[in-house]
């Protein structure tokens, strides 16, 4: 996306890739790239100053990024907790599960995180048989905030969420259930077993 939205001279490259990876560290990995690494282990190239010049400069200004905007579970967290404060909680594990199918899927990239929340709402009030309730929901925040500022629902991308939700319930349930031999459980039928010394190590049935 970078290299389509800005040119990068050739002496650069190495450096702006660099940047790349340290900015996608700190978004997924547990334990991202410190900036004490980079001078650690890329000190002949790049430095930390010029790393940090490059991610605000191509990554914020040149990208666009939003870097203080909402994410979808954020997005749900004030909608619920601003209008409908005494059911926010109890919903907050089912809409855990819907946006972590929503993650799953590449097809809901389409989405904005706000778009990807109100589909994740939607599908959740329909799941529990409360749609009247988001309705309520969704007339209390556009008054709150104005139309024009209200999120547009998304009705396909609702569609493909359930779609996706019932298929991984199929999977889910199409898992062969482990043998009573193998769980450690055993029948009043099952012969004695003898105990086995501490030295032996037990082999499993192929």
Request: hydrophobic share 40%.
């Amino acid at each position: 996306r970078l290299l389509c939205e800005k040119p990068i001279p050739v002496e650069k490259l190495q450096v702006t890739a660099l940047v790349c990876i340290w900015t996608a560290s700190k978004m997924l990995e547990a334990q991202p790239l410190r900036s004490k690494d980079l001078t650690q282990f890329f000190s002949s190239f790049a430095t930390v100053k010029e790393c940090r010049e490059i991610e605000m400069d191509l990554l914020v200004r040149g990208l666009h990024w939003r870097t203080a905007s909402f994410t979808a579970a954020a997005y749900c967290r004030a909608l619920l907790f601003g209008f409908l404060p005494d059911d926010a909680a109890a919903m907050e594990d089912s809409l855990k599960n819907t946006l972590w199918a929503i993650e799953a899927d590449k097809e809901f990239l389409k989405l904005w995180p706000s778009e990807a929340a109100m589909t994740a709402l939607e599908v959740v009030f329909m799941s529990s048989g409360k749609m009247q309730q988001f309705e309520q929901l969704l007339d209390d925040a556009k008054q709150a905030i104005g139309a024009q500022h209200m999120t547009q629902r998304q009705p396909s991308a609702v569609v493909r969420l359930l779609h996706v939700l019932e298929h991984s319930k199929g999977t889910a349930a199409a898992q062969p259930t482990t043998p009573a031999a193998h769980s450690g459980s055993r029948s009043q039928n099952d012969p004695p077993q003898t105990p086995m010394p501490d030295h032996c190590t037990p082999v499993e049935d192929p």
